[in-house]
């Protein structure tokens, strides 16, 4: 009996193999027991000579073909391409499109400009005569089908011009990745219309190379040259110096000419030297200059390239900060004046000349600020009432513990407990932060000794580090999550939201038999001694998981912690 039943199972092993590679070849017929024939090009002939002509470029080509036919009537669908002659490589057409209505028809139609911007782009010079191969590739399910012939075209007499240029290339900043190539600033004519003139202002490196670009990809026009001449699809331009440089491109005549800039510099009333002083800007990459200049009084400047008055940096008239060097105003179309100033003290001056659009901008410097002698004893205060004694090391003033503080409040510090000592704040409120949501929070504010008050942005609890030698004042607050798992891995991080004082709370939906715990990753790792009851106590770093859900549903949850943030309680309300 017991070999009766192994046969049987053997048989059925069997037999579902048999049924399953039956199916198999079932499913398979789509794909292997048909043909695709292939498609029949109509339209060029290879005896035809195609001239494109740049004085009718919306004029098109038509290309058409007999269809392909599925043996088993599947539908098919066509894409035209051109490549170089001779080649049936499909990787890098020179022009490539499907046919009308998405791809179904036996035609396509291609106007005289498209198709010479693709010649162009692929290196065919103008007014010559180009051998392509036309390819007609048919497609049904996974099934491909080509027709080939030749043709020819003659491209416009002259070339198409870009509206865009950029510089890539080894020598650049763009680390040679042309899909991050810098864009040239296309200047204007006398008349204010768009010329075929570009310049930038960029670092190059000596001994690399760089060429100039339609597009931020390929195809695209490329120039290439040397000495001053630039030749379209010719070799890339060797940098001879490194250093930043005016570069400036002439397409009406194909040249360029560099300028080396050793440095920009303000000139003029607010400096220190006025007019006969120069405070130079530092490159900082991207065609930007930048220094901290101290502005000792309001009134009129420019900015100075290589200490040479032949190349000013001047305002365009009408505008609030926009410039073009004075030497090249007329032929553009623009009036010029200097540029008017009114704040004084020490500024951040920056000299942007990306291409959007050059200008100018001042931000007050904050950072360079005289030291402030450190006092004996620090205390803070709430509405005027001392609330804490800052502990001192070193130059150093810091709490142990986080204090609790409300946005309704002011605060002050002091170097004396009933505030008649020396008084100091802060540049901007406390708790203030672009992230303010991440685990730990924390910023540096700069410490001024002052009589002003400050505030808290919102209801924290904060933990303080001051430092008399930088001057800075360091604040630092926690997020805490409440952590809910069966498998780790698929937990769920539920943020809790801050009361004052030092409470945090959230309701959710929590699931019977799963942990919990209390974290802010990975500083805070809250537990409890006695981890199944629904209200305990809190120990951080060596509490036990709570396991104290044993009925699924909402619940409130609260955390109260003393201020060392060590140690508080909880609760788990249904």
């Known amino acids: 009996m017991k070999t009766k039943n192994i046969c049987i199972v053997i048989f059925s092993i069997l037999l579902s193999f048999t049924y399953y590679s039956c199916e198999t070849d079932g499913n398979l017929q789509p794909e292997g027991e048909w043909d695709l024939s292939a498609p029949v090009i109509l339209t060029p002939t290879s005896e035809q000579s195609i001239v494109l002509d740049q004085d009718t470029p919306s004029e098109s080509v038509t290309f058409s073909w007999e269809a392909a036919e599925s043996s088993l009537g599947y539908a098919v669908t066509y894409k035209v391409m051109l490549l170089q002659e001779g080649t049936v490589d499909f990787s890098e057409p020179i022009f490539i499109s499907e046919s009308s209505n998405n791809g179904i028809n036996t035609s396509l139609s291609i106007s005289y400009e498209a198709l010479d911007q693709a010649l162009a782009f692929s290196g065919f010079p103008a007014n010559e005569n180009a051998s392509l191969t036309l390819a007609v590739q048919a497609s049904s399910l996974s099934k491909t089908s080509v027709a080939f012939t030749t043709v020819n075209m003659t491209r416009f007499e002259n070339d198409m011009l870009p509206q865009s240029l950029y510089i890539s290339g080894t020598a650049t900043e763009n680390n040679n990745d042309l ?246 704040t802060i540049n901007q409120p406390l708790a203030d932060s672009t992230t303010p949501d991440g685990d730990l929070v924390s910023d540096t504010l700069t410490l001024i000794e002052s009589n002003n008050t400050f505030s808290v942005i919102t209801e924290r609890a904060l933990q303080f580090s001051i430092d008399f030698s930088a001057p800075t004042l360091t604040w630092t607050y926690y997020n805490i999550k409440l952590f809910h798992w069966q498998v780790w891995d698929d937990r769920q991080e539920i943020a809790m939201t801050y009361n004052h004082p030092n409470t945090y709370t959230v309701t959710t939906n929590l699931t019977a038999g799963y942990d919990s715990k209390f974290i802010s990753p990975w500083d805070l790792d809250f537990g409890s001694d006695n981890p199944t009851a629904l209200t305990g106590n809190l120990i951080n770093g060596g509490g ?31």
Request: net charge negative; hydrophobic share 35%; charged share 15%.
């Open 179 to 424: 899909s991050q190539a810098i864009a040239l600033k296309r200047l204007t004519n006398s008349d204010g219309g768009l010329s075929n003139t570009y310049e930038v202002y960029t670092s190059l490196i000596a001994g690399e190379s760089y060429k100039f670009y339609s597009e931020r990809s390929l195809p695209a026009l490329q120039f290439g040259g040397s000495e001053g001449n630039i030749v379209p699809f010719g070799d890339a331009i060797v940098a001879s110096t490194s250093g930043q440089f005016r570069i400036k491109v002439d397409l009406d005549t194909n040249t360029y000419e560099l300028l080396q800039i050793n440095f920009w510099s303000m000139v003029g009333t607010p400096i220190s030297g006025g007019w006969g002083g120069d405070q130079p800007l530092e490159y900082q990459g991207n065609s930007v200059w930048k220094a901290s200049i101290s502005l000792i009084e309001s009134g009129g400047f420019v900015f100075r390239a290589n200490g040479d008055w032949s190349y000013l940096l001047k305002q365009i008239v009408g505008t609030t900060n926009t410039l073009v060097l004075e030497a090249d105003a007329s032929n553009q179309g623009v009036s010029v004046e200097d540029i008017s100033n009114n704040p004084v003290g020490l500024y951040f001056v920056t000299l942007d000349l990306s291409a959007d659009n050059y200008n100018y901008s001042f931000e007050i410097d904050d950072t360079i600020i005289e030291p402030i002698v450190t006092p004996t004893q620090l205390f803070l205060f709430e509405n005027g009432n001392m609330i804490e004694e800052f502990s001192l090391d070193g130059d150093t003033f810091s709490s142990n513990h986080y204090i609790p503080m409300q946005a309704s409040n002011v605060y002050s510090l002091n170097s004396a407990a009933d505030g008649s000592g020396t008084s100091y």
């Open 544 to 574: 036990s998981n709570l396991l104290n859900i044993n009925t699924d549903g909402s619940y409130t949850v609260t955390i109260i912690l003393n201020d060392d943030y060590q140690t508080g309680t909880y609760e788990f309300a249904q």
